[in-house]
């Protein structure tokens, strides 16, 4: 296992996240290009994933989910993954991995620990208004170890992350972006704006994901990197290390 903090991009917000010798695996989203519909009410109906998954070797120690949405959770994780795996996740949806047959499911009120690494559990707010309400609970995830690491999760900028980002004085911070969006209301993941305001109140190493690979996440790589400088988009499948 690696020593250093890295993240490696799987695919959207799947991601390998190092921390010292452990790794996390997080959101995993296994299904093949195109074989699930387009999440609904979107610009577009392109079907789900809208890219196949890399070639990448998948070797982790746990699992974190940061919510149940189908990008982040999908049946062909619950087939793949070992019944056993330690599994991170929010209080609320423990019974449901439980129901699905894993069981060594660890709910996360605060934080937990694991292998060195505290795994604290952090606000996310999934958009703006009523329709964040709507999208139900969601968290991020900071490990803390040699390194730090934050994972953001779906969320928007808004004070709780801010104060995250102030009470744990990350190394890495892994936001969602894509600026994911219905044919009405705001973004519900991070756009320019939402990342631009991330990269003014950090010195973290950002890494942006969740692009490029659901048909309602409108903003491409090409687009974040022309207009927010000094973070890291990589393509599907990169390791980024720091």
């Known amino acids: 296992m690696p020593n250093s903090a890295g993240v490696q991009l799987v695919r959207n917000a799947t991601v390998l996240v190092d921390v010292g010798s452990v790794t996390f695996l997080v959101d995993p989203m296994f299904s093949g290009g195109g074989e699930n519909p387009p999440v609904p009410n979107s610009p577009n109906d392109r079907r789900n994933p809208l ?19 189908q990008d982040h959770w999908d049946e062909a994780a619950v087939e793949a993954l070992d019944a056993d795996v330690p599994l991170f996740c929010q209080p609320a949806e423990a019974d449901a991995f439980a129901a699905e047959g894993f069981t060594d499911v ?19 707010r999934h958009g703006h208004g009523a329709l964040a309400e709507e999208m139900g609970p969601v968290s991020g995830f900071v490990f803390e170890g040699d390194e730090t690491v934050y994972v953001a999760g779906d969320t928007v900028w808004y004070d709780a992350v ?10 890495v911070v892994v936001l969602n972006g894509g600026a994911a969006r219905f044919v009405e ?5 991070m756009g320019v704006e939402d990342i631009t305001a991330v990269r003014a109140a950090t010195d973290a190493e950002i890494v942006v994901v969740h692009m490029e690979a659901i048909n309602h996440c409108l903003l491409s790589r090409e687009e974040l990197r022309e207009e927010v400088g000094d973070v890291h988009v990589p393509a599907d499948g990169e390791r980024v290390t720091f």
């Open 51 to 69: 890219v196949p998954m890399p070639d990448v070797e998948l070797s982790y120690d746990a699992v974190i989910i940061t919510h149940r949405h």
């Open 106 to 124: 660890r709910a996360v009120e605060e934080s937990a620990s694991f292998e060195g690494v505290t795994v604290h559990r952090t606000p996310g």
């Open 162 to 171: 801010q104060e995250t980002l102030d009470r744990f004085a990350p190394e």
């Open 185 to 189: 209301g705001d973004p519900i993941t």
